[in-house]
């Protein structure tokens, strides 16, 4: 029972260059997160999806980040031109859903992404 | 801006001792509470959720939710070292951010031998 999948693990950049991450979210979930870690500070949402949908992006910068869950295939975090304040834990979260229950929420590994 | 506020420790306790980790949260329509555990360097680990009023437990685990007061609690019971982490307390938005979770900074917890 695989859970969410999370790739690459590390990823390094240059100034300028694009970081592309990817999610592959736990079987049977239709809910993606994403969420953003810097060094000694708490989990921040960035965006949430459900295929081919942005249902929530007020957490995403508005300039150089962008996010898709295509009908076939990972989740993808964009971010191009990074800069070294781009540097952190990029966490991808699934969830079968929500509505008016609890919809617990289940990380991946992460993508630890430096720019130098 | 909604919050979620948590005591950064270190808390400190000993081995077989109960460790209770503390939460308060801003927005009094908030429904669902969460904590994670995140080991050094790793992803966070949904250990307990809760969304009534009361006690919920979960072997070694007891969720604590006040929402009058705002406040949700974890108790580990018979704490061991391998507890020792960084516990994150979250809450589910709801409305028109109903998917995502806020986060506390974390305790750091240690378990001493």
């Known amino acids: 029972n695989a859970g969410v999948m999370q790739n690459p693990r590390h990823l390094v950049r240059r100034r300028g260059q694009e970081a592309r991450l990817r999610c592959s979210p736990m079987?049977?979930?239709?809910?993606v997160y994403w969420y953003r870690q810097l060094p000694e500070e708490g989990l921040k949402f960035m965006v949430y999806l459900q295929k081919e949908n942005i249902i929530d992006e007020s957490g995403m910068p508005k300039e150089r980040f962008s996010a898709e869950f295509p009908k076939e295939g990972p989740s993808i975090l964009r971010i191009q031109q990074v800069v070294r304040g781009d540097s952190a834990a990029y966490f991808c979260?699934?969830?079968?859903?929500?509505?008016?229950?609890?919809?617990?929420?289940?990380f991946g590994p992460g993508t630890r992404l430096t720019v130098t | 801006q909604k919050e979620v506020e948590q005591n950064s420790g270190p808390l400190s306790v000993p081995e077989g001792a109960i460790a209770s980790l503390n939460c308060t949260y801003s927005d009094r329509g908030s429904q669902s509470f969460f904590w994670y555990r995140q080991y050094s360097g790793k992803s966070p680990e949904l250990i307990m959720f809760i969304y009534s009023n009361g006690d919920k437990e979960d072997g070694r685990f007891t969720a604590q939710l006040n929402k009058a007061s705002q406040y949700v609690s974890l108790l580990i019971r018979d704490s061991q070292p391998s507890d020792s982490a960084t516990y994150l307390c979250?809450?589910?938005?709801?409305?028109?951010?109903?998917?995502?979770?806020?986060f506390g900074k974390g305790t750091k917890l240690s378990v001493k031998p």
């Open positions: 079987k049977g979930h239709s809910h």
């Open positions: 979260a699934s969830s079968p859903g929500v509505g008016t229950g609890v919809y617990e929420q289940y």
């Open positions: 979250a809450v589910k938005g709801y409305g028109g951010s109903q998917g995502n979770l806020i």
